[in-house]
């Protein structure tokens, strides 16, 4: 049967910003029904009245996912009021940390598995039994480059998207021989508001934000994503060139890469001795 977004209700974690508000918007430019999930009200509710306006259908609901005891309650209000269940969920939310492993506080690592990590599992947990009641449904994860390897004053980020990731590699098995699949999203670099919703916990005085330039546009990847869901693909991988090194590279040799990544945060820490934590722009 040929895909039709009209027949598609997508929920967008994170939609209020970057990767998950390109995507809301699309999918409401295709003629979806978006549920729109995030803090901010203000653009959540300018993001669905344009949904709203280029013939999609739009709901937002404003909830921090870091209460995930919350998240069956939150589900079932939507589906309540919305009057439909999930076709598409899409576990886009994440936020990144930075702090050495020796001074990042176990609660921000606690707080950081709970948005990036337990959330997505929660909603997985809500909507796959909609979906398999409707033989019909598609899950997928944002994850991250960071899972070829991990780097140092990230790992709280890079552990909470891993794990992700093995819980997206056995959910795609369990689901085989359903009508339900899995989409594993690697999105590259883009251009968002990730760097300054870094989480620095007060441990990098002047944290130096990469240059956005020559990222790429996040509706660049929303196209892609909505692409591979039209094609059913389990997997879109739009990492750059030197993330795809980096991967061969921790196969095929990963002493060096750990030499190469060991050198840089070094020469950073050198650089900025003032500093309890280093995040160096890999
Ligand atoms: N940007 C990149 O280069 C890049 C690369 C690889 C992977 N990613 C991944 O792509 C995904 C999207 O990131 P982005 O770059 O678009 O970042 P972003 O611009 O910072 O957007 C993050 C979204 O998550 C929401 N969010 C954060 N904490 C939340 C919470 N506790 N409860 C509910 N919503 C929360 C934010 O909305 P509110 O603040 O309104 O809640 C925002 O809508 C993330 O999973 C990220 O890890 C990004």
Not at 93 to 119: C, D, H, I, S, W
Not at 163 to 175: D, R
Not at 234 to 257: C, F, M, Q, R, V
Request: net charge neutral; hydrophobic share 35%; glycine share 8%.
């Amino acid at each position: 049967m040929e895909f039709n977004w009209e027949n598609e209700v997508i929920f967008v974690t994170g939609a209020s910003s970057g990767l998950g508000k390109a995507l809301a918007l699309m999918a409401g430019e295709l003629n979806a029904t978006v549920i729109s999930i995030a803090r901010n009200e203000e653009v959540l509710k300018e993001v669905t009245n344009e949904i709203n306006g280029s013939g999609g259908s739009g709901y937002y609901y404003c909830f921090d996912l870091e209460n995930i005891s919350q998240i069956p309650e939150f589900y079932k209000e939507i589906v309540q009021e919305v009057g439909k269940t999930p076709t598409i969920l899409i576990n886009n939310v994440g936020y990144q940390v930075a702090g050495f492993v020796q001074n990042t506080p176990v609660e921000v690592y606690n707080k950081n598995y709970r948005v990036n990590t337990l959330a997505p599992i929660a909603l997985i947990q809500c909507a796959l039994p909609d979906m398999i009641n409707h033989n019909k449904g598609v899950i997928a994860n944002v994850m991250s480059s960071i899972m070829y390897h991990a780097f140092p004053g990230v790992s709280s980020y890079c552990a909470s998207k891993c794990a992700l990731g093995a819980i997206h590699e056995s959910l795609k098995t369990e689901l085989s021989g359903t009508n339900v699949k899995t989409l594993r999203i690697r999105p590259g670099s883009f251009k968002s508001n990730y760097w300054e919703n870094t989480d620095v916990d007060g441990r990098i005085s002047d944290f130096k934000l990469p240059a956005g330039n020559g990222l790429r546009d996040p509706s660049f990847v929303a196209t892609k994503i909505c692409e591979a869901i039209e094609r059913g693909d389990s997997e879109i991988n739009l990492s750059t060139l030197k993330d795809k090194i980096g991967y061969h590279l921790s196969y095929w040799a990963p002493g060096t890469l750990d030499k190469i990544i060991a050198d840089k945060n070094r020469n950073f820490v050198k650089k900025y001795p003032d500093k309890k934590t280093a995040m160096a722009n890999y």
